[in-house]
């Protein structure tokens, strides 16, 4: 995948999730809360994805490839989808 699509997906589910939770939170309107509840499922899902994926890349090739990849920046964005995700269901 394209790093680019692979930062928008995460972006766009990570902002899903947290208006989300601000919404059942605080404004106690619970109606998207099973669809809130999938999407930081496939949040979850997502950011194991990207961490197998480039840390994979951060052990196993040179300090170019890791640079040109991006994997630093897509490793966070799996640690972040991740603990996102989780804060969710718990």
Known sequence: MNYILEISIS???IAFVVFEM???NF???????????????LLIAFGIYLSIE???ILDYRT?????DSKAELMFSFAALSISIGLIFIL
């Open 11 to 13: 972006v766009i589910m």
């Open 22 to 24: 601000i919404r059942i």
């Open 27 to 41: 404004f106690k309107k619970d109606s998207n809360a099973l669809l809130a509840g999938l999407i930081s499922m």
């Open 54 to 56: 480039n840390g994979l």
């Open 63 to 67: 300090k170019e490839e890791i640079i």
